[in-house]
């Protein structure tokens, strides 16, 4: 099984200002990676997939990188609606596994 | 618009069972693998187990394998998970999930089980 791995657990950012969210893979998945974003009480939303395309009505201020065992997800400039909690998710074989969240919070 | 509605979900005892099930309505619901995800309360997400468009492709987490059973029923358009010998730790929301090429992926709202004595 692989392990997806992020960091930090928690980031404490600034509305308007930059979060950069990480997540490692244990081994190579490719670019199949996937970030969901959720909210309290709902179920999660696709972000980003193929480790950097946006999702339909996704803001360009969200973008996804990277390849192999390294992805990141930046977030240019906080909006009040983006805390919350993203995971990333693999799904190069089975099982496909998540990371256990970074929960983006008001600094 | 693709909606996914899960149900019967419930209070159950250790080592008990329950049937869950997922109605899904505005996509051609036999063209699509089906997932079970679930979250246990105040924790992430973790697949539980996936099954092809034709049923004949069926994965299953290792803390589930031989307990959970996923099944499908094209005719209804329907997504089941039996579950058997319940344990306290499979406590969560358990969401019915399709996926599909590029950003298909829609999430049903979700059914709670409840393992507890």
């Known amino acids: 099984e692989i392990v997806m791995t992020q960091s930090p657990a928690t980031l404490s950012v600034s509305p308007g200002e930059r979060a950069t969210l990480s997540c490692r893979a244990s081994?190579?998945?490719?670019?199949?990676l996937a970030w969901y974003q959720q909210r309290p009480g709902r179920a999660p939303r696709l972000l980003i997939y193929?480790?950097?395309i946006r999702a339909t009505g996704i803001p360009p201020r969200l973008s996804g990188s990277g390849s192999g065992t390294e992805f990141t997800l930046t977030i240019s400039s906080l909006q009040s609606e983006d805390f919350a909690v993203y995971y990333c998710?693999?799904?190069?074989?089975?099982?496909?596994?998540f990371g256990q969240g970074t929960k983006v919070e008001i600094k | 618009d693709v909606q996914l509605v899960e149900s019967g979900g419930g209070l159950v005892q250790p080592g008990g069972s329950l049937r869950l099930s997922c109605s899904a309505s505005g996509f051609t619901f036999r063209t699509y693998a089906m997932h079970w995800v679930r979250q246990a309360p105040g924790k992430g997400l973790e697949y539980v187990s996936m099954?092809?468009?034709?049923?004949?492709?069926?994965y299953y987490v290792d803390s589930v394998k031989g307990r959970f059973t996923i099944s499908r029923d094209n005719s209804k358009n329907t997504l089941y998970l039996q579950m058997s010998s319940l344990r306290v730790e499979d406590t969560a929301v358990y969401y019915c999930v399709t996926k599909g090429v590029g950003d298909f992926d829609h999430w049903g709202q979700g059914t709670l089980v409840t393992v507890s004595s």
């Open positions: 081994q190579s998945v490719g670019s199949n």
């Open positions: 193929g480790s950097s």
């Open positions: 099954i092809s468009d034709n049923g004949r492709s069926i």
């Open positions: 998710q693999h799904y190069d074989n089975w099982p496909w596994t």
